[in-house]
Antibody, heavy 124, light 113 residues
């Protein structure tokens, strides 16, 4: 059974960088049969896909245009996890952040396993 | 970006009755090469992440009760709960995975009448 365990701060100051980690068990971040995603949810923006990383002979990342200039997703094969870094935070970035897996080699499928979520507040 | 809309915003259904949720996409989610619709449905309860119910518009995820069914093609889709149970009270979302960025509908809240 795949499990995704998130860690990271819940309170971050404006202009700072958010760093979240998603530890994977029951699968591998290097799998050729999955992609690894970050999604956030807020009352104002609903569910918003932020980006993904995946390995197909080399590493790939895709980002939503809305966060592309501020976001980095990195895989860590030694710890079997992947991370999100989101810089230049504003209160509009306050949301519940989730990591999630998409199964399959193509990357086109629903999100079948989710992390527990991290409720992040951006406030001074 | 593909825009997803849902209707109604909320609905109240009696135990054992049918609940129907509609989802519309701003462009077709059907790939002609494989005749698959790139649409998923999720259930979310308070304090929990969304749970995948349906993918490919009508394929039920493993372990999902058969009272949940998905239908539709192209730009119009429906999630049906054939006989509502108390544990089905939740918010339901549709999501397209036809193209990046993946996008979600705004959600439909299902309550007991």
């Amino acid at each position: 059974q795949v499990q995704l365990q998130q860690s990271g701060p819940r309170l971050v100051k404006p202009s700072q960088t958010l760093s979240l980690t998603c530890a994977i068990s029951g699968d591998s971040v290097s799998s050729n049969n999955a992609t690894w995603n970050w999604i956030r949810q807020s009352p104002s923006r609903g569910l918003e896909w932020l980006g993904r990383t995946y390995y197909r002979s080399k590493w790939y990342t895709d980002y939503a245009v809305s966060v592309k200039s501020r976001m980095t997703i990195n895989p860590d094969t030694s710890k079997n996890q992947f991370s999100l870094q989101l810089s230049s935070l504003t209160p509009e970035d306050s949301a519940a952040y989730y990591c999630a897996r998409v199964p399959g080699v193509s990357g086109w499928h629903g999100f079948d396993f989710w992390g527990q979520g991290t409720l992040v507040t951006v406030s001074s | 970006d593909i825009v997803m809309t849902q209707s109604p915003d909320s609905l109240a259904v009696s135990l054992g009755e049918r609940a129907t949720i509609n989802c519309k996409s701003s462009q077709s989610l059907l790939f002609s090469s494989n005749y698959k619709n790139y649409l998923a449905w999720y259930q979310q309860k308070p304090g929990q992440p969304p749970k995948l119910l349906i993918y490919w518009a009508s394929a039920r995820e493993s372990g999902v009760p058969d009272r949940f069914s998905g239908s539709g093609s192209g730009t119009d889709f429906t999630l049906t709960i054939s006989s509502l149970q108390a544990e089905d009270v939740a918010v339901y979302y549709c999501q397209q995975y036809h193209s990046i960025p993946f996008t979600f509908g705004p959600g439909t809240k299902v309550d007991l009448k």
